[in-house]
């Protein structure tokens, strides 16, 4: 059975314990965003997303989007929860205050997508999908745009698309044929087609605003050469409500494996009228510049599916009963004991909560850098965390939703086939989390520019951003006996950072040896992308573990009633490092191999 | 009119409630807290009067440790205007709070007091009673309705049989029952605006009410575990089971 309860005592640990909000209210912007203050949005947005978005997950599924003559419309309750969501004010969550927006640090509205997306991931797509477009129009449109358009989007009157995709070209945007042809009156002709448009076309807001990549008539081939245009599908009239229909179509939408309540839209543009967004041939640029705020998102898609998966798999585990356990009968009243009692199911729970709770932190950690870079105040803190979120993205990204997709997987096992056929839901999970590997730079696209940009730009500064804080930390930690005392109810913080000084120095030679076969040979650093990705995101969220367990052996004693969040903090940091960490060994070993075994093969023998 | 609206800091409907080992209550530390539904419910109505242009002001009460004040702030997120904190140390047990209450009634003046028929925790039922007895106020207690017109409130009243609607006079006393509204989601705007919104805070001394229990907690104990059936073979053991093990018949 879907059951989701919002982990919020883990996300005020992720927030205020482990990443220290208490600074937030230093931070120019945030003066008044208090703990209490992020406790109560935390709170409230549980309360909704539990009770709003969960009970339409799966019927949004069963039913899906329908498509007729130009028309989509979502599945019975997207509207009613839609209305609902724009009134409480949840669009505006991360907006700037100048267009009615609420100005809150990306370390709270991370959290409450992390929600919507366990509840919902589909429903989560509309708004998702907005603040994307909001967020470029606000950084390179004219003021005059953003006066007309960014109010009502931030308020989620009107909502947003990314234009991007066309059939021949997805990841190589170099090759896109869309053509912008300007008029007299300083607008634009947009004609071409898009494919794979999240929320090209709906029956939720009054108007949607699509961000559209095409080329100018003199644009130089290649991305060089693609500008980003606002194309609306109604034109605002003079008191800037919709008006004018735009020569703009959905003609068909996507039959997809999951999130089948997002409507995925061919469209079409056919003399549309848009407006230039930045400058001309600058389009591509303008796009990305959200990018790493965005990628993390895509990433929280994973981990929220986790989570959601892990609750669910647990309500189970607890319920079902089938068989006796190894070490002797746990409930003797009952025909069989709880398959919790067993160690192959602890183990897939433990897997999921381990990755998920990591997770949480490790984005909760770059979801407060990516504060720190709008809103430092000293230049030098705004670069180190303008690097470390470079660096991080790409990780992120990948290894959230790889983690989303397998964790899912498990959760279904944990059901057996009764989480393979749909009643249970958790095969929605399984679909839902398998498009975020694919979607916004696919995975390997994501390991690409991990090790061909992220590494070696800057000279290798932005790696030191990570390098330096876990060099810094182990140093502290690692040798000091007393952090091997476990009288403390809990294991050892040493042997634990001794653990993780393992891991990392097999990526800190990892990363010596790609830099230097990628000089000999430019395959070999693609050979080597995907897996030194998840060793390096192994190895981040082997810190993140080291350090919670810090915080928690730290506050056990003094803890009360509080005592068995701590507690269950340091087991699963324990089963993080014995269990999950040394897959950074095999990693290092298939990395070390080299290109050889899959490029050596000829083509014709595939 | 002013409306008054005592909300009470309880254990969170989901949570599994632990008695403590010693006997002497249930876990509260660490477990998550919130507003008493029937509060909530309670807020949501004074909220709506306000909202048709019927009340002027909402103000929302609370009684116990700093904590509360948490709770305060769900209530002016919902919509209250400002609240009132009585901060005490000792155990508050409903003829206290309605001591309390008098006092803030007597300070504040409103026409109207809407309580929860009960909380959560302690499942009373007497706080808003008592407040009426002390007040010397008319009472609708278990309300699913309520109407005012003029300086009269029609509270039609969930009953064993049914529905009963009652005329009271204001200034009255209302406590509402689960039917009486869902409800709203706080907005992210007014939750940010709640922050601003003031909340007096005040000791029991301060409204002349010793707080001191008058009730002994003698123990709390879990209820005795369901004992696992038996499986009988026909409908003569099932009767003869019925009449000699368990005497009901």
């Known amino acids: 059975m879907q059951t989701y309860k919002a982990p919020l005592r883990d996300m005020q640990f992720v927030i205020h314990e482990l990443h220290d909000s208490a600074k937030l209210t230093t931070m120019k912007g945030f003066e008044e965003v208090t703990p209490d203050l992020i406790d109560s949005i935390l709170e409230e947005a549980a309360k909704f997303a539990e009770s709003v978005l969960l009970p339409i997950n799966a019927s949004g599924d069963e039913q899906g989007c329908t498509y007729e003559n130009g028309v989509v419309r979502t599945p019975a309750g997207f509207k009613p929860a839609y209305d609902a969501f724009r009134e409480s004010g949840w669009t505006a969550i991360a907006a700037d205050p100048a267009f009615g927006g609420q100005g809150l640090p990306e370390v709270v509205s991370k959290q409450v997508e992390e929600m919507l997306c366990s509840t919902n991931l589909s429903f989560s797509l509309y708004p998702g999908l907005t603040h994307g477009a909001y967020q470029a129009i606000l950084d390179h449109a004219s003021e005059e745009l953003k006066q007309l358009y960014l109010p009502k989007m931030v308020d989620g009157t009107w909502s947003g698309t990314m234009c991007l995709t066309e059939s021949h070209c997805g990841t190589d945007l170099g090759l896109l044929r869309t053509k912008a042809v300007p008029q007299p009156d300083a607008t634009y002709k947009i004609t071409g087609s898009k494919i794979f448009i999240t929320a090209g076309e709906h029956d939720l807001t009054q108007n949607i605003i699509h961000l559209v990549l095409a080329r100018l008539p003199d644009a130089p081939p290649g991305v060089k050469g693609i500008s980003l245009f606002l194309v609306p599908k109604f034109i605002p009239d003079a008191s800037g409500e919709p008006g004018m229909r735009n020569g703009v179509l959905c003609t068909a939408i996507e039959h997809k494996m999951g999130i089948k309540a997002s409507s995925t839209c061919q469209m079409s543009f056919d003399d549309a009228t848009g407006w230039l967004v930045g400058e001309p041939h600058k389009g591509l640029r303008a796009m990305f510049t959200m990018m790493n705020s965005e990628r993390l998102s895509i990433g929280v898609q994973g981990l929220g599916i986790a989570e959601a998966a892990y609750q669910s798999a647990v309500f189970y585990a607890k319920d079902r009963i089938q068989g006796r356990s190894p070490s002797g009968t746990k409930s003797p009243g009952q025909a069989a004991d709880p398959i919790l009692v067993h160690p192959d199911v602890r183990r897939m729970l433990m897997t999921i909560r381990a990755y998920a709770e990591g997770c949480r932190a490790l984005g909760g950690w770059v979801a407060q850098q990516l504060d720190q870079v709008v809103h430092a105040d000293d230049p030098a803190v705004r670069e180190a965390a303008e690097d470390f979120t470079a660096l991080m993205t790409p990780i992120v990204k990948a290894l959230f939703t790889d983690i989303g997709f397998d964790m899912a997987s498990l959760g279904m096992q944990v059901y057996g086939g009764h989480g393979y056929v749909r009643d249970h839901g958790m095969e929605q999970y399984v679909r839902d989390a398998r498009i975020a590997m694919i979607y916004e730079g696919t995975n390997g696209i994501q390991a690409m520019d991990l090790v061909a940009r992220k590494l070696g730009a800057q000279d290798g500064r932005l790696l030191t951003r990570f390098f330096e804080p876990v060099a810094a930390f182990l140093a502290a930690n690692r040798d000091d006996p007393n952090r091997d005392d476990s009288s403390l109810g809990g294991p050892s913080l040493g042997g634990m950072a001794r653990a993780l000084g393992h891991a990392f120095d097999t990526l800190k030679t990892t990363t010596a040896h790609i830099t230097a076969a990628g000089q000999r040979d430019p395959e070999e650093p693609g050979a080597a992308a995907a897996d030194y990705l998840r060793l390096f995101g192994l190895v981040a969220l082997g810190f993140m573990w080291v350090r919670s367990a810090q915080v928690a052996q730290r506050k056990l004693p003094t803890a009360n009633g509080d005592a068995r969040f701590y507690q269950a903090k340091l087991h699963t940091a324990q089963f993080f490092m014995d269990r999950l960490l040394p897959q950074t060994a095999a990693l290092a070993a298939t990395i070390q191999s080299g290109k050889g075994s899959m490029m050596e093969m000829a083509e014709e023998m595939f | ?249």
């Open chain 2, 1 to 249: 009119m002013k409306i008054l609206v005592p909300v009470k800091r309880v254990v969170d409907y989901n949570v599994k409630v632990r008695v403590k080992a010693d006997g002497t209550g249930v876990e509260t530390s660490g477990v998550k807290m919130s507003m008493n539904p029937f509060d909530e419910i309670s807020i949501e109505e004074a909220v709506r009067l306000k909202e048709k242009g019927v009340a002027t002001e909402v103000i929302a009460v609370s009684m116990g440790v700093a904590a509360c004040a948490e709770t305060i702030r769900t209530a002016l997120a919902m919509g209250a205007d400002r609240g009132i904190l009585v901060e005490s140390a000792v155990e508050l047990q409903p003829l206290a709070v309605a001591k309390l209450m008098k006092a803030l009634v007597d300070k504040e003046q409103p026409q109207l007091v809407i309580l929860g028929k009960q909380a959560i925790d302690d499942d009373m039922n007497a706080t808003g009673q008592m407040l009426a007895a002390l007040l010397g106020w008319p009472q609708g207690t278990f309300a699913s309705k309520i109407e005012i017109s003029g300086d009269g409130i029609s509270v039609t009243r969930e009953i064993d049989g049914g529905l009963e609607t009652l005329a009271l006079t204001l200034p009255a006393i209302v406590t509402s029952d689960l039917r009486l509204n869902e409800p709203r989601y706080a907005s992210l705007p007014n939750i940010m605006k709640a922050r601003k919104k003031p909340i007096e805070t005040m000791k029991p001394e301060d409204l002349g009410v010793d707080p001191t229990p008058r009730l002994t907690l003698v123990s709390v104990a879990e209820p005795p575990k369901r004992q696992a059936g038996k499986k009988v073979g026909s409908v003569a053991e099932l009767v003869s089971k019925l009449r000699t093990e368990a005497k009901v018949i």
